[in-house]
């Protein structure tokens, strides 16, 4: 709404913040980085067949607003990216009895932040999701792995909470990297008797390439009923 940017703005003046994506003295984000948050969603599948819609490429202003959000407590970004997510999620939605969950953040993850940044992002996007999977197992950072140890480092290390015979989901997390955690959470939806009609993430890695894109349309859909 246009008086709410006009209270931003002002608010902005009198208790100016660093903008997430360029460190200028402005809103959590300001009117410029805004723009490079504008969504441009793709479908790709995984590996394993997964299709996964992404919103945004990991890089630049992205990529700085998503690690202030998820490393630096800036809980105030999540306003700019909830609408790339949404769309995100409204694309991949298909009519029908769909529950939205999330791939659950590590314990350790949650002490340090004391938030879900997924979950945040969601409920920004006027979307609540279902507690579905839970941590099984400790697993080690990602960040150096490369895709085969990423995928051995994730084995088994969710569970589904409870039987979910005759449920069907939609996937949700942050960044899309080599699809292996998304995997894993489809592997346990699958092993609790559920079914996973396709994911979706806030922004995928570009290095990580390929997956195969398939180009959006507005009558796309998950309607494939695919476990």
Not at 162 to 189: I, K, M, N, Y
Not at 195 to 204: C, E
Request: charged share 25%.
């Amino acid at each position: 709404m246009a008086w709410r940017d006009s209270l931003l703005d002002a608010w902005a003046l009198l208790m100016p913040v660093e903008c997430a994506g360029c460190g200028s003295a402005d809103r959590a984000v300001c009117s410029e980085c805004r723009r490079a948050l504008v969504p441009e969603p793709v479908s790709r599948t995984t590996g394993t067949g997964l299709e996964v819609v992404t919103a945004l490429r990991y890089e630049g202003v992205v990529r700085r607003v998503i690690l202030s959000l998820k490393e630096q407590g800036r809980t105030d970004a999540a306003r700019a990216l909830s609408p790339a997510l949404a769309a995100a999620v409204g694309l991949a939605m298909s009519p029908g009895d769909i529950e939205v969950t999330t791939i659950p953040s590590s314990r350790g993850a949650y002490r340090r932040r004391g938030y879900d940044p997924v979950a945040l992002l969601l409920r920004g996007a006027g979307v609540r999701p279902v507690p579905v999977l839970k941590s099984a197992r400790a697993t080690v950072h990602q960040k150096t792995l490369s895709a085969a140890e990423r995928a051995a480092n994730l084995r088994g290390a969710f569970t589904a909470r409870d039987p979910l015979a005759g449920r069907r989901f939609l996937l949700v997390d942050d960044v899309l990297t080599t699809g292996a955690t998304l995997e894993e959470g489809h592997r346990a939806v699958v092993e609790a008797g559920g079914t996973v009609l396709g994911a979706v993430t806030l922004a995928f890695t570009p290095r990580w390439l390929p997956f195969r894109d398939i180009p959006m349309n507005e009558d796309y859909g998950w309607a494939k009923g695919a476990q």
